[in-house]
């Protein structure tokens, strides 16, 4: 298993970006599908983005399509979420994942391991 730790929540104006990261512990990072989840008080976490182990493949929800971009850097052992065009609904705490494959991070019970979350908010 990994260790994922996120980083780069904040506050942001509507309209605004951010860039989340979420550094992992332990040299199988490169071997693991790894994505975004987020929630919003009151509901349910759900998927945000995924991107396989080879950079080849992602994956988004359609509420973040054209406004959100999921990369990793396998040297680095990180991954990133570029989030442009912020909406108030884009508020929630976010989390990183990582599975086998990005069908095991579509359907959440298949992810490894879990980040502790940080926190966006998208507030004028």
């Known amino acids: 298993q990994v260790q994922l730790v996120e980083s780069g929540g904040g506050l942001v104006q509507p309209g605004g970006s951010l860039r989340l990261s979420c550094t992992a512990s332990g040299r199988t990072f490169r071997t693991y599908s790894v994505g975004w989840f987020r929630q919003a008080p009151g509901k349910e976490r759900e998927f945000v983005a995924a991107i396989s182990w080879n950079v080849v493949t992602t994956d988004y929800a359609d509420s973040v399509k054209d406004r959100f971009t999921v990369s990793r850097d396998n040297p680095k052992n990180t991954m990133y979420l570029q989030m442009n065009s912020l909406k108030p609904e884009d508020t929630a705490v976010y989390y990183c994942?990582?599975?086998?494959?990005?069908?095991?991070?579509?359907?959440?019970?298949?992810?490894?391991?879990w980040g502790q979350g940080t926190q966006v908010t998208v507030s004028s």
């Open positions: 994942a990582a599975a086998s494959n990005l069908v095991a991070i579509r359907s959440m019970t298949g992810v490894e391991s």
